[in-house]
DNA sequence: TTTACAGATGCAAATATATGAATATTTAGG
DNA sequence: CCTAAATATTCATATATTTGCATCTGTAAA
Protein backbone atom coordinates (compact mmCIF):
# COMPACT_ATOMS: atom_id res chain seq x y z
CA UNK A 1 0.00 0.00 0.00
CA UNK A 2 1.88 3.17 -1.10
CA UNK A 3 0.89 6.37 0.66
CA UNK A 4 0.21 9.95 -0.35
CA UNK A 5 3.60 10.99 -1.15
CA UNK A 6 3.75 8.16 -3.68
CA UNK A 7 0.98 10.23 -5.67
CA UNK A 8 2.54 13.01 -6.79
CA UNK A 9 2.21 13.84 -10.18
CA UNK A 10 5.65 12.36 -11.50
CA UNK A 11 4.83 9.06 -10.37
CA UNK A 12 1.54 9.69 -11.78
CA UNK A 13 2.91 10.78 -15.31
CA UNK A 14 5.69 7.63 -15.30
CA UNK A 15 2.92 4.81 -14.20
CA UNK A 16 0.59 6.42 -16.66
CA UNK A 17 3.48 6.77 -19.14
CA UNK A 18 4.28 3.20 -19.19
CA UNK A 19 0.48 1.73 -18.51
CA UNK A 20 -0.05 3.89 -21.92
CA UNK A 21 3.40 2.33 -23.97
CA UNK A 22 1.67 -0.95 -23.02
CA UNK A 23 -2.13 -0.28 -23.90
CA UNK A 24 -2.46 -1.63 -27.24
CA UNK A 25 -3.36 -4.99 -28.95
CA UNK A 26 0.16 -4.94 -30.46
CA UNK A 27 2.18 -4.07 -27.64
CA UNK A 28 0.18 -6.27 -25.39
CA UNK A 29 0.66 -9.01 -28.18
CA UNK A 30 4.57 -8.53 -27.92
CA UNK A 31 4.56 -8.57 -24.22
CA UNK A 32 3.00 -12.01 -24.57
CA UNK A 33 5.62 -13.13 -26.77
CA UNK A 34 8.34 -12.03 -24.52
CA UNK A 35 7.29 -14.15 -21.37
CA UNK A 36 9.47 -15.60 -19.51
CA UNK A 37 12.33 -13.80 -20.69
CA UNK A 38 12.29 -14.71 -24.61
CA UNK A 39 14.44 -12.60 -26.54
CA UNK A 40 13.18 -11.92 -30.17
CA UNK A 41 14.19 -9.79 -33.01
CA UNK A 42 12.33 -7.12 -34.68
CA UNK A 43 11.73 -9.07 -37.85
CA UNK A 44 10.62 -12.08 -35.78
CA UNK A 45 8.06 -10.13 -33.77
CA UNK A 46 7.04 -8.48 -37.63
CA UNK A 47 6.76 -11.98 -38.79
CA UNK A 48 4.71 -13.00 -35.22
CA UNK A 49 2.21 -10.46 -35.79
CA UNK A 50 1.81 -10.25 -39.77
CA UNK A 51 2.06 -6.09 -39.57
CA UNK A 52 5.03 -4.15 -41.11
CA UNK A 53 8.36 -3.71 -40.38
CA UNK A 54 8.13 0.19 -39.78
CA UNK A 55 5.33 -0.59 -37.51
CA UNK A 56 6.82 -2.96 -35.76
CA UNK A 57 10.08 -1.09 -35.35
CA UNK A 58 7.66 2.11 -34.06
CA UNK A 59 5.97 -0.25 -31.19
CA UNK A 60 9.06 -1.69 -30.04
CA UNK A 61 10.63 1.98 -29.81
CA UNK A 62 7.92 3.34 -27.82
CA UNK A 63 8.17 -0.21 -25.66
CA UNK A 64 11.75 0.29 -25.14
CA UNK A 65 11.39 4.19 -24.63
CA UNK A 66 9.01 3.99 -21.32
CA UNK A 67 11.28 1.31 -19.77
CA UNK A 68 8.89 -1.81 -20.91
CA UNK A 69 11.41 -3.42 -23.02
CA UNK A 70 15.25 -3.36 -23.48
CA UNK A 71 17.21 -4.13 -26.70
CA UNK A 72 21.01 -5.74 -27.57
CA UNK A 73 22.21 -5.56 -31.03
CA UNK A 74 23.95 -8.70 -32.61
CA UNK A 75 25.66 -8.72 -35.35
CA UNK A 76 22.17 -7.39 -37.77
CA UNK A 77 19.86 -8.16 -35.28
CA UNK A 78 18.57 -6.03 -32.59
CA UNK A 79 16.91 -8.59 -29.92
CA UNK A 80 14.42 -7.34 -27.39
CA UNK A 81 13.32 -8.36 -24.43
CA UNK A 82 11.60 -7.60 -20.96
CA UNK A 83 13.32 -5.13 -18.71
CA UNK A 84 11.17 -6.46 -15.69
CA UNK A 85 9.42 -9.86 -16.71
CA UNK A 86 7.19 -8.98 -13.31
CA UNK A 87 5.31 -6.97 -16.24
CA UNK A 88 3.89 -9.83 -18.33
CA UNK A 89 1.80 -9.97 -15.19
CA UNK A 90 0.22 -7.14 -15.63
CA UNK A 91 -1.73 -8.53 -18.97
CA UNK A 92 -2.50 -11.82 -17.08
CA UNK A 93 -3.96 -9.68 -14.04
CA UNK A 94 -6.17 -7.64 -17.15
CA UNK A 95 -7.40 -10.90 -18.47
CA UNK A 96 -8.32 -12.78 -15.08
CA UNK A 97 -10.43 -9.72 -14.56
CA UNK A 98 -11.97 -9.97 -17.87
CA UNK A 99 -12.80 -13.85 -17.83
CA UNK A 100 -15.54 -13.96 -15.35
CA UNK B 1 0.99 -18.65 -17.83
CA UNK B 2 -1.43 -18.22 -20.97
CA UNK B 3 -1.55 -19.99 -24.41
CA UNK B 4 -1.53 -19.33 -28.03
CA UNK B 5 -5.10 -19.59 -28.17
CA UNK B 6 -5.49 -16.68 -25.11
CA UNK B 7 -3.79 -14.41 -27.96
CA UNK B 8 -6.82 -13.67 -30.33
CA UNK B 9 -7.33 -10.49 -31.25
CA UNK B 10 -10.37 -10.23 -29.31
CA UNK B 11 -8.97 -10.65 -26.15
CA UNK B 12 -6.02 -8.35 -26.74
CA UNK B 13 -8.69 -5.66 -27.78
CA UNK B 14 -9.77 -6.37 -24.24
CA UNK B 15 -6.74 -6.36 -22.34
CA UNK B 16 -5.40 -3.32 -24.44
CA UNK B 17 -9.21 -1.08 -23.99
CA UNK B 18 -8.74 -1.34 -20.06
CA UNK B 19 -5.43 -0.62 -19.50
CA UNK B 20 -5.93 2.26 -21.83
CA UNK B 21 -8.57 3.20 -19.46
CA UNK B 22 -6.25 3.30 -16.81
CA UNK B 23 -3.41 4.82 -18.77
CA UNK B 24 -4.29 8.36 -17.69
CA UNK B 25 -2.59 10.09 -14.90
CA UNK B 26 -5.93 11.38 -13.73
CA UNK B 27 -7.06 7.76 -13.84
CA UNK B 28 -4.17 6.28 -12.40
CA UNK B 29 -4.86 8.96 -9.20
CA UNK B 30 -8.60 8.05 -9.16
CA UNK B 31 -7.25 4.24 -8.68
CA UNK B 32 -5.43 4.75 -6.02
CA UNK B 33 -7.59 6.81 -4.06
CA UNK B 34 -10.23 3.79 -4.29
CA UNK B 35 -7.80 1.14 -3.51
CA UNK B 36 -8.86 -1.43 -0.56
CA UNK B 37 -12.54 -1.22 -1.60
CA UNK B 38 -13.58 2.41 -0.82
CA UNK B 39 -16.14 4.66 -2.41
CA UNK B 40 -15.92 7.59 -3.27
CA UNK B 41 -18.26 10.40 -5.25
CA UNK B 42 -17.81 12.15 -8.38
CA UNK B 43 -17.61 15.90 -6.13
CA UNK B 44 -15.09 14.10 -3.61
CA UNK B 45 -12.93 12.53 -6.61
CA UNK B 46 -13.19 16.38 -8.36
CA UNK B 47 -12.10 17.96 -4.84
CA UNK B 48 -9.42 15.50 -4.37
CA UNK B 49 -7.50 15.79 -7.68
CA UNK B 50 -8.50 19.30 -8.49
CA UNK B 51 -10.10 18.95 -12.05
CA UNK B 52 -13.04 20.33 -13.41
CA UNK B 53 -16.28 18.11 -12.28
CA UNK B 54 -17.15 17.40 -16.27
CA UNK B 55 -13.60 15.53 -16.84
CA UNK B 56 -13.93 14.17 -13.62
CA UNK B 57 -17.25 12.44 -15.09
CA UNK B 58 -15.70 12.11 -18.50
CA UNK B 59 -12.82 10.02 -16.42
CA UNK B 60 -14.52 7.93 -14.28
CA UNK B 61 -17.08 6.96 -17.28
CA UNK B 62 -14.45 5.96 -19.19
CA UNK B 63 -13.01 3.76 -16.07
CA UNK B 64 -16.93 2.36 -15.78
CA UNK B 65 -17.11 1.72 -19.70
CA UNK B 66 -14.31 -0.43 -19.90
CA UNK B 67 -14.94 -2.58 -16.43
CA UNK B 68 -12.36 -0.98 -14.20
CA UNK B 69 -14.96 0.85 -11.86
CA UNK B 70 -18.64 0.16 -10.84
CA UNK B 71 -21.03 2.60 -9.53
CA UNK B 72 -24.04 3.30 -7.55
CA UNK B 73 -26.27 6.12 -6.84
CA UNK B 74 -27.33 7.24 -3.49
CA UNK B 75 -29.43 9.95 -3.74
CA UNK B 76 -28.14 12.82 -5.04
CA UNK B 77 -24.69 10.84 -4.99
CA UNK B 78 -22.97 8.30 -7.14
CA UNK B 79 -20.53 6.61 -5.70
CA UNK B 80 -17.21 5.45 -7.51
CA UNK B 81 -15.68 2.07 -6.83
CA UNK B 82 -12.79 -0.86 -8.18
CA UNK B 83 -14.78 -3.30 -9.71
CA UNK B 84 -11.89 -5.82 -9.04
CA UNK B 85 -10.33 -4.29 -5.94
CA UNK B 86 -6.95 -6.39 -7.63
CA UNK B 87 -6.69 -4.31 -10.68
CA UNK B 88 -4.45 -1.61 -8.19
CA UNK B 89 -1.51 -4.14 -7.87
CA UNK B 90 -1.15 -3.13 -11.61
CA UNK B 91 -0.05 0.36 -10.55
CA UNK B 92 1.61 -0.77 -7.64
CA UNK B 93 3.67 -3.59 -9.43
CA UNK B 94 4.45 -0.76 -12.26
CA UNK B 95 5.16 1.52 -9.62
CA UNK B 96 7.97 -1.09 -8.25
CA UNK B 97 9.61 -1.65 -11.79
CA UNK B 98 10.20 2.62 -11.94
CA UNK B 99 11.59 2.86 -8.84
CA UNK B 100 14.91 1.31 -9.01
C1' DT C 1 -43.50 22.94 -7.88
C1' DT C 2 -39.63 25.57 -7.26
C1' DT C 3 -34.91 25.61 -6.13
C1' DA C 4 -30.40 23.99 -5.62
C1' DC C 5 -27.10 20.43 -5.62
C1' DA C 6 -24.84 16.30 -7.88
C1' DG C 7 -23.77 14.24 -11.86
C1' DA C 8 -23.97 13.22 -16.97
C1' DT C 9 -23.68 14.50 -21.73
C1' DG C 10 -22.93 17.11 -26.29
C1' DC C 11 -19.84 19.61 -28.47
C1' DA C 12 -15.58 21.78 -30.28
C1' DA C 13 -10.65 22.87 -30.13
C1' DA C 14 -6.23 21.36 -28.94
C1' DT C 15 -3.26 17.69 -28.63
C1' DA C 16 -1.56 13.01 -29.10
C1' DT C 17 -1.23 8.54 -31.31
C1' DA C 18 -1.11 5.06 -35.15
C1' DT C 19 0.18 3.53 -39.57
C1' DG C 20 2.94 2.74 -43.49
C1' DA C 21 5.59 4.37 -47.53
C1' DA C 22 9.99 6.09 -48.41
C1' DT C 23 14.43 6.61 -46.95
C1' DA C 24 18.47 6.41 -43.95
C1' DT C 25 21.59 3.76 -41.02
C1' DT C 26 24.13 -0.18 -39.42
C1' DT C 27 26.48 -4.40 -40.13
C1' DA C 28 28.29 -8.75 -42.33
C1' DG C 29 30.06 -10.83 -46.24
C1' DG C 30 32.15 -10.85 -50.57
C1' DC D 1 34.53 -0.73 -51.54
C1' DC D 2 29.93 -2.73 -52.81
C1' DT D 3 25.90 -5.12 -51.80
C1' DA D 4 22.19 -6.98 -49.25
C1' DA D 5 19.87 -7.80 -44.92
C1' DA D 6 18.03 -5.93 -40.59
C1' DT D 7 16.57 -2.16 -38.26
C1' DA D 8 15.59 2.78 -37.45
C1' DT D 9 13.85 7.20 -38.77
C1' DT D 10 11.23 10.79 -41.24
C1' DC D 11 7.16 12.33 -42.78
C1' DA D 12 2.28 12.74 -43.90
C1' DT D 13 -2.32 11.34 -43.11
C1' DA D 14 -5.90 9.36 -40.51
C1' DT D 15 -7.81 8.61 -36.21
C1' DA D 16 -8.38 8.98 -31.21
C1' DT D 17 -8.05 11.34 -26.81
C1' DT D 18 -8.33 15.20 -23.61
C1' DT D 19 -10.40 19.12 -21.70
C1' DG D 20 -13.87 22.21 -20.22
C1' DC D 21 -17.91 25.10 -21.26
C1' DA D 22 -22.66 24.85 -21.67
C1' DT D 23 -26.41 22.34 -20.90
C1' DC D 24 -29.35 18.61 -19.59
C1' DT D 25 -31.11 15.15 -16.17
C1' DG D 26 -32.06 13.32 -11.73
C1' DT D 27 -32.92 13.90 -6.72
C1' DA D 28 -33.98 16.00 -2.25
C1' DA D 29 -35.64 19.56 0.48
C1' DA D 30 -38.33 23.56 1.22
Chains 1, 2 share one sequence.
Do not use: F, W
Not at 49 to 59: F, K, W
Not at 68 to 83: A, F, I, M, P
Amino acid sequence: MLNIQELDSNRLEIAASMLKAIAHPVRVAVLKHLEGGKKLTVTEIHDLLGIEQSTTSHHLGILKDKGVLCSRREGKNTYYYLKHDILSQIVDCLQRCTCE
